[in-house]
Nanobody, 115 residues
């Protein structure tokens, strides 16, 4: 089992920045991909960005150039630096880790961007 603890959400004005963190503990040896998803009411959860154990990153088009995902393998932590935030970025952000049969989710952290 893997436990994920997220932090860093909150309220920010449009154009501002936030940094999300997600620390993993437990059976961390099996983690290959760490990522962030987001969800708004009535919509499906969508991938925001992820990073493999080798450092390869993927971003959804709407955040390219504004968000940066990074990973500290020594601390088993993944970060999402969010710059130039827009009201449409408002959502609950979930940390996710995958590896083999492992597919674990954090509890979610709310990001609200005011216009």
């Amino acid at each position: 089992q893997v436990q994920l603890v997220e932090s860093g959400g909150g309220l920010v004005q449009a154009g501002g920045s936030l940094r999300l963190s997600c620390a993993a503990s437990g059976s961390i040896f099996s983690i290959l991909v760490m990522g962030w998803y987001r969800q708004t009411p009535g919509k499906q959860r969508e991938l925001v960005a992820d990073v493999t154990s080798g450092g390869r990153t993927t971003y959804t088009d709407s955040v390219k150039g504004r968000f940066t995902i990074s990973r500290d393998n020594a601390k088993n932590t993944v970060y999402l630096q969010m710059n130039s935030l827009k009201p449409e970025d408002t959502a609950v952000y979930y940390c996710n880790v995958k590896g083999g049969p492992l597919d674990a989710w954090g509890q979610g952290t709310l990001v609200t961007v005011s216009s």
